[in-house]
């Protein structure tokens, strides 16, 4: 197993970090990926090799993917394409920037770095492309709109992308979460400050009890794992000759895979309203 090559963008913290350890451990050569300087120290001191990424940046992009090649002799046998946040905010709120904001990390950033490196993998025959999608790619909560709509388009677009690479040798996972430990609240926490909504807005309540719930200690909800759940199933996507479509990681993503299908909008919708909170503390 020493022979592959992985990247794994959003290695900061979480999920990345952790799955970038983990897959080191097990003989991978793992470029991670980070914006921050101290954050790329640190990987490498970990023995990854840090990779400085903005996907909000299309040079970046570049520069990264072509250094990444060019230290493998112009291979690449899988991308984790991990890196992303949530933009808290009702849908009424959230401004244009702001969602733009949102989808260039999400989406946009993320679809250009993988289009990079289908060439790579088609040349070669073979190749792993993993996407950390969420429940919330699945089902909808409220005052997550901005995050909801990059998390739909993203599975919407890993799943034409796996139909068109058929036969390709190349395989497309949806890696789908739920509630983990990481910095993801914190990360929130900072966008909402980035994007804060008009004072006069209709959800002032709401956003007091979300602020309180992004800034509160311990896990966010019920059923949250560590992020070692995730590397299981990443391993699995990875190195399974067949891997699956999707991994769904926590009970919830479970649950609600089954609720979206079995029950009526309405029901759904209450039961949703309920799980995301609906502004209480």
Not at 167 to 172: E, L, P
Not at 182 to 196: I, Q
């Given at each position: 197993?020493?022979?592959?090559?992985?990247?794994?963008?959003?290695?900061?913290?979480?999920?990345?970090?952790?799955?970038?350890?983990?897959?080191?451990?097990?003989?991978?050569?793992?470029?991670?990926?980070?914006?921050?300087?101290?954050?790329?120290?640190?990987?490498?001191?970990?023995?990854?090799?840090?990779?400085?990424?903005?996907?909000?940046?299309?040079?970046?992009?570049?520069?990264?993917?072509?250094?990444?090649?060019?230290?493998?002799g112009g291979r690449l046998d899988a991308l984790f394409n991990n890196a992303g946040y949530g933009q808290p905010g009702a849908v009424e709120d959230i401004s244009r920037a702001a969602l733009r904001e949102q989808f260039e990390t999400n989406l946009f950033g993320t679809h250009e770095l993988t289009n990079r490196f289908v060439p790579i993998m088609r040349r070669q025959g073979h190749g792993r492309i993993l996407y950390t999608s969420s429940v919330l790619g699945l089902v909808a909560f409220p005052y997550r709109g901005a995050y909801v709509a990059s998390?739909?388009?993203?599975?919407?677009?890993?799943?034409t992308l796996r139909l068109e690479l058929a036969?390709?040798?190349?395989?497309?996972c949806l890696i789908e979460p739920g509630?983990?430990?990481?910095?993801?609240?914190?990360?929130?926490?900072?966008?909402?400050?980035?994007?804060?909504?008009?004072?006069?807005?209709?959800?002032?309540?709401?956003?007091?009890?979300?602020?309180?719930?992004?800034?509160?200690?311990?896990?966010?909800?019920?059923?949250?794992l560590p992020p070692e759940a995730v590397l299981k199933r990443v391993v699995h996507a990875l190195e399974s000759p067949r891997p699956r479509a999707r991994y769904p990681v926590t009970l919830p993503t479970y649950l609600f895979a089954a609720l979206r299908r079995a029950l009526p909008a309405r029901a759904l919708d209450a039961l949703l309203r309920r799980a995301g909170g609906e502004g209480r503390r």
């Open positions: 197993m020493n022979d592959k090559t992985i990247l794994v963008t959003g290695c900061s913290s979480g999920i990345g970090h952790c799955v970038a350890r983990g897959l080191r451990a097990r003989g991978w050569r793992v470029f991670a990926s980070a914006r921050r300087p101290a954050d790329l120290e640190r990987l490498n001191a970990d023995g990854l090799e840090g990779l400085s990424l903005d996907l909000r940046d299309s040079a970046s992009i570049q520069t990264a993917a072509a250094e990444l090649l060019d230290k493998t998390k739909f388009a993203l599975e919407g677009l890993a799943d036969g390709t040798g190349i395989h497309v509630p983990i430990l990481s910095r993801f609240r914190d990360n929130a926490h900072a966008a909402y400050g980035r994007h804060p909504p008009e004072e006069t807005s209709p959800h002032r309540e709401q956003y007091a009890a979300m602020e309180s719930r992004l800034t509160k200690a311990g896990p966010a909800a019920p059923f949250t």
